[in-house]
Structures are given as C-alpha cells and as structure tokens.
C-alpha cells in the first residue's frame, strides 16, 4: 500500500511537470496559457519554468507513457477517470502542437468529454421569429437589440451599485440551488471588483467550499442590465 501511496505520488508530481511543460508550449504557439490557477508546491513550477522548451513530440510521448501507467497508481475509479480525460485532452493539445488537425467534433470530444449534434436551421429561425416579435425598434436584430442594451445600461456614474444588484442575484440564486440540492456549510462566495479588467468575469474554487469571483465592472454596468 505504502509502495502504491510513493508511485501515485511521483505519478501525480510528472502529470502537474507535463501541464505546465505543455503550458509552455501553448504559450508559445497561441499566445494563451494552459494552466490558469496553481495552488501545489512553487518549487515545481519554478523547476519547469527553468527548463528549456520541450518539443511537442516529446510531450506527445510523456502524456501517452503517464496515461499508460495510470491504471497502476490506485486511484479511485471515478479519479481514474477524471485523470484520464485529462490526459486526452492534453495529448489533444500535445499533438495539435505537433501540426495534427481535429475536427470540431473531435477536438470537443478529446477537450470537453462533450459530443455536439447538428442543430436544425429551423430551431435558429424560430429564435429570430421569436426577437423579432419582442424586440422593440426599427432596423435588423443586431442594430434593435445594440439599441435595446444601450437603453437599459447602467449609467457609469452608478456603478455603486452593482454589488448590491451582485448580492441579490446570488441570494436568489443561492436559494434557487438549495430547493433542489443541498449546499455544503460553510459554502461562501467572496467577491472582488475591478473596473476596466480584461476580463467580463471569472470565478476561482480555493478549496473548502470556497470560490472567489472577480468582476469586471465596466462590462458588469451593461452584463447586468436586465437586472436593473
């Protein structure tokens, strides 16, 4: 058991080296990281950082040699299988890195775990019959509903009070959630504002039962309109 605890742990310390070498790697290539929020040891962030750029067909190779261990580490079945899923979705990315191509569906498949189906163009044409009888205005639906945002938005000078329009949204949602599960104790959202950030919003789990969320308030003041 004692063996099984020592090898899952190398395991698991050469699959976080490989996320960030492939990190990397993607940095380079498209401009946009791969690994967004690390909480492990700095030590093994800063080891990869070191080191020289590894090529993509050895990255190719460590995903495909650490998935061909995994079933050996003793990980619970539902861990097992998260792992795994993992690991497709970086040999995805190894291997588009190496100049392979993937269809939309595939790519969604390897990355996500998700299978899209084909939508029907009537589905699309009932959703633009149906604006076109609910949005107010004269010209085509892109100019009307511009228009329609434009006259709801949340005046600059009284973005003030978008946290209180933040708190009572996740109030209800909160006791939205809580008729058809039960939240954890303890569960708490903390909030952070910015204004003109690079993003619209984004939400970090930090780990017993806690996620910090940043928003951006600049796009809020329009993101939020509806609720105003």
């Not at 498209?30 to 750029?53: D, H, I, K, L």
């Not at 789990?205 to 309109?225: K, P, Q, W």
């Amino acid at each position: 058991m004692k063996e099984t605890s020592r090898m899952s742990e190398i395991w698991l310390q050469e699959y976080i080296f490989l996320a960030f070498r492939l990190h990397k790697a993607a940095e380079t290539a498209y401009g946009s990281p791969f690994v967004e929020e690390y909480w492990g040891p700095p030590a093994w962030r800063e080891q990869v950082e070191t080191e020289p750029e590894m090529v993509a067909d050895d990255l190719v190779r460590q995903v495909i040699a650490l998935a061909d261990v995994l079933p050996a580490q003793g990980f619970a079945p539902n861990r097992m299988a998260y792992l795994g899923k993992h690991l497709r979705a970086m040999e995805t990315l190894a291997r588009k890195l190496c100049g392979e191509t993937f269809t939309l569906a595939e790519a969604a498949a390897r990355c996500l775990d998700i299978h899209p189906i084909w939508t029907s163009e009537a589905q699309f044409e009932e959703a633009h019959a149906l604006y076109e009888s609910v949005l107010p205005g004269m010209g085509n639906l892109a100019e009307r509903l511009q228009a329609y945002k434009a006259g709801v938005a949340c005046p600059p000078e009284q973005r003030n009070l978008i946290p209180a329009f933040v708190d009572l949204a996740f109030a209800e949602a909160r006791k939205r959630t809580n008729r058809l599960a039960e939240l954890p104790e303890g569960e708490t959202i903390d909030i952070e504002y910015l204004f003109e950030w690079e993003h619209e919003a984004a939400a970090y789990y930090r780990g017993h039962y806690l996620t910090h969320i940043v928003i951006n308030t600049a796009a809020a003041a329009t993101s939020l309109s509806p609720l105003i």
